[in-house]
């Protein structure tokens, strides 16, 4: 195959599978990107075996044929190129690339190993307002377990309710809800879970303009932008019942300025162990005093004033939990929620239940 | 305890596998028993305990079964029964923590006990009279034997019980100490292991008195700061440590040798769930939680290597821990004959302690 390609875009393809190609050298095929001849231009694929991403750049082509060489390599080798034509031969198993006077000359793997692109029904996919999506993932993401081995919390769950969509993540310490109003999304009540890894590729793809077009089959998720289509394999697995830790008892009720709140608990969490961040809440009415002590370098005390009514309460959690919260909430004061020192305490946006943020405390 | 006089009992079970052993087998008195493996001379396993008669023959624990049989080829074989060796250690263990909490296990046949007493009595002579009721007692409701020394350290007491052995009873006092020790060949020593005695005989040095003789800083230069000084103390018959009721345990593991060696994955990863599954309850029982799982394969030819993973919580479930040892299993060259698997669980935390984050219960 003989192909005349712009280099811009090839780089714009190429760049978006970067982050999807296995990094772990597991099957060597899976390092490579596979090219391909198409109507009027060239596919390119890549896959980890999880998520599928295929692409297209126009291009000028005069043979057919198709080969998968290093992912990696291609990139940075067409980002070097000197000019913008850049002419590729492809023959079975190697890709020659010419541009000005460079010639490289690539080894590859022949296409017909490369995995198949699961297919798509491309007509049950339904235009999404991709802002509203990146919220909710922006949201939930923090809350995300990486622990590999509980792999039904590897992901976000996404489920239909009512007129809403809902996506919740947890790492079995904390729990991140939000709730958007949102009727012609393809998922139903049972709900399905959407890797990591596939979410995060997922939110830099939702940074680009234009219209996303979105579908959920039996075992994956696909999401449609123009000529990329990206396919997430669903985690197979039941979700926990997060509804069973969405506490209803929580009689303690604070109001607290969001970002004065945040720097003291970051000025606090200094001394904290490394690992677990453990701060002490003491709550009194109108005030808040956190503390924390590491048995090795000393201890820290630091006060705000708070809305608060009810008795004294004294509960410790891991700071990083409301850091995290905090900083991607937009409001000014912040709702928290408490019941006694081993419940799990709420924390949500001022007058509104659509975003909820559920944190199990640290022994005291 | 600085300056008071302390008073230490240390109690080690006569042959304790065997005579456990020989208490359901009265038959096999008096003649030479070995407890190890499944009991099959020909099969891989080692000595675990052998019966003084045995003994008398060169086998000791630690040996290949096969070789014991060639030494004396009409020992009998009995298999290991460790459940049951357990719950008469719990029984000896029990009669020991009648009289004080200060008990430390040292093993399911060995144990320490710190004696205490009100100022005006000495707690050496309690100590005594204590030991004796000890050792009268495992005779009458346990009908078994042990040795027991009283001493005032740890270092000592077992130094008597060892000298003791078996059915003995010894008592090393302060003023005995030099005299005992002086003519001892330095192996007796606790923390004198082949390899020290190999380097103190190259110095020269071959009795307890003659180690107590050498000055500290030749000690620290050839053996180091720590194991220096800790030669140079025990030779002296000085060992401060206490005796600490129960130890944290770092890690809990399980290891099997199989019978033959085996390239069936299947049938090695059977072992190895079952193995994960005697640490996961052990965990639970015991009430801890482990970060670092860990599988141990020793080859055909003896080559072994570890595999070890670390979770972000940690965890006492089977599930859990099944899911990252059949990880570490895929990442082994199981090409090659195994000889030996095992399976750790380290980074453990008490469970529900301070400072531990609590979790959602999903129920």
């Known amino acids: ?364 | 305890m600085h300056g008071k006089i302390r008073a230490v009992i240390h109690v080690d079970m006569d042959a304790f596998f065997v005579s456990v052993e020989l208490k359901r087998k009265k038959g096999l008195r008096g003649k030479p028993v070995i407890v190890g493996g499944d009991g099959d001379p020909q099969s891989r396993g080692v000595v675990s305990a052998a019966s003084y008669e045995a003994r008398r023959f060169g086998i000791h624990s630690g040996m290949a079964l096969r070789r014991a049989k060639r030494l004396c080829p009409g020992a009998i074989f009995l298999p290991v029964d460790y459940a049951l060796y357990e719950e008469e250690s719990e029984r000896f263990m029990d009669i020991l923590r009648e009289y004080t909490d200060l008990v430390e296990s040292f093993g399911l046949d060995e144990a320490f006990v710190e004696m205490r007493c009100a100022p005006e009595e000495d707690p050496f002579e309690k100590a005594i009279t204590t030991a004796r009721k000890i050792k009268e007692r495992i005779r009458c409701e346990l009908k078994l034997t042990a040795t027991v020394g009283v001493a005032p350290n740890k270092l000592l007491a077992k130094l008597a019980t060892e000298l003791a052995k078996p059915d003995g009873f010894m008592v090393i006092r302060e003023e005995d100490v030099e005299r005992v020790l002086r003519g001892l060949p330095v192996r007796k020593l606790w923390g004198v292991g082949e390899k020290t005695e190999k380097r103190l005989k190259f110095l020269g040095i071959q009795t307890v008195g003659e180690l107590a003789r050498t000055p500290l800083l030749h000690l620290v230069r050839y053996f180091g700061r720590a194991h220096g000084t800790m030669l140079h103390e025990y030779s002296r018959g000085v060992d401060t440590s206490p005796v600490v009721p129960f130890h944290e345990p770092n890690s809990m593991s399980r290891e099997v040798t199989f019978e033959k060696d085996t390239r069936d994955v299947y049938f090695i990863k059977e072992v190895l769930y079952e193995l994960t599954k005697d640490v996961a309850k052990r965990l639970r029982e015991e009430g801890y939680r482990a970060k670092t799982f860990t599988i141990k394969i020793r080859y055909y030819d003896f080559k072994t290597i570890t595999r070890s993973r670390t979770v972000v919580t940690p965890t006492d479930s089977l599930n859990d821990m099944w899911t990252v040892v059949a990880e570490l299993v895929d990442r082994v060259d199981t090409t090659q004959p195994i000889r030996l698997v095992g399976v750790k669980a380290s980074g453990l935390e008490k469970r529900g302690e301070k400072g531990v984050q609590k979790g959602f219960n999903y129920g």
């Not at chain 1, 090219?35 to 075996?49: F, H, P, Q, R, Y």
């Not at chain 1, 044929?65 to 190697?94: C, Q, W």
């Open chain 1, 1 to 364: 195959m003989k192909i005349t390609v712009d280099k811009t875009e090839l780089v714009k393809v190429l760049q978006r599978m970067q982050g999807i190609v296995e990094k772990r050298n597991t099957l060597p095929i899976l390092s490579n990107v596979l090219v391909e001849e198409a109507n009027g231009g060239i596919t390119i694929m890549a896959t980890d075996l999880e998520i599928f991403i295929k692409d297209m750049c126009p291009a000028d082509i005069d043979e057919r044929g198709s080969v998968t060489v290093n992912a990696r390599k291609l990139f940075e080798i067409i980002k070097s190129l000197p000019e913008e034509r850049v002419d590729m031969k492809i023959t079975e198993d190697r890709m020659a690339i010419a541009s000005g006077k460079v010639k490289y000359n690539i080894m590859g793997i022949p296409a017909k190993e490369f995995p198949a692109f699961p297919s798509v029904p491309e007509d049950s996919l339904v235009r999404i307002d991709q802002n509203i999506f990146s919220e909710m993932i922006d949201k939930t993401s923090f809350a995300v377990s990486t622990d590999e081995t509980r792999y039904n919390i590897n992901g976000f769950f996404l489920q239909k309710d009512d007129n809403n969509i809902r996506m919740v993540t947890t790492d079995g310490h904390r729990l991140a809800l939000i709730k958007k109003e949102y009727d012609n999304i393809p998922v139903d009540t049972a709900g399905v879970i959407l890797p990591r890894k596939g979410v995060v590729e997922l939110r830099k793809l939702f940074e680009e303009e234009g219209s996303f077009f979105f579908g959920i089959s039996e075992r994956n998720a696909t999401v449609k932008k123009d000529t990329t289509i990206m396919n997430i394999r669903l985690i197979e697995g039941e979700f926990p019942d997060y509804k069973q830790v969405i506490p209803r008892e929580n009689d303690k009720k604070v109001v607290a300025p969001r970002v004065e709140l945040m720097e003291a608990l970051k000025r606090v969490s200094i001394l904290a162990s490394d690992r677990i961040k453990g701060v002490k809440f003491s709550f009194s009415p109108g005030r808040l005093v956190l503390s924390s002590s590491n048995p090795d370098i000393g201890d820290v005390v630091d006060e705000l004033a708070v809305e608060y009514q009810g008795e004294e309460l004294e509960v410790a959690f891991n700071a990083r939990y409301f850091i995290d919260v905090f900083s991607v909430m937009e409001e000014e004061r912040v709702f928290m929620e408490f019941k006694d020192s081993l419940s799990p305490g709420v924390v949500r946006p001022e007058g509104s239940e659509d975003y909820l943020y559920i944190v199990m405390p640290m022994r005291l």
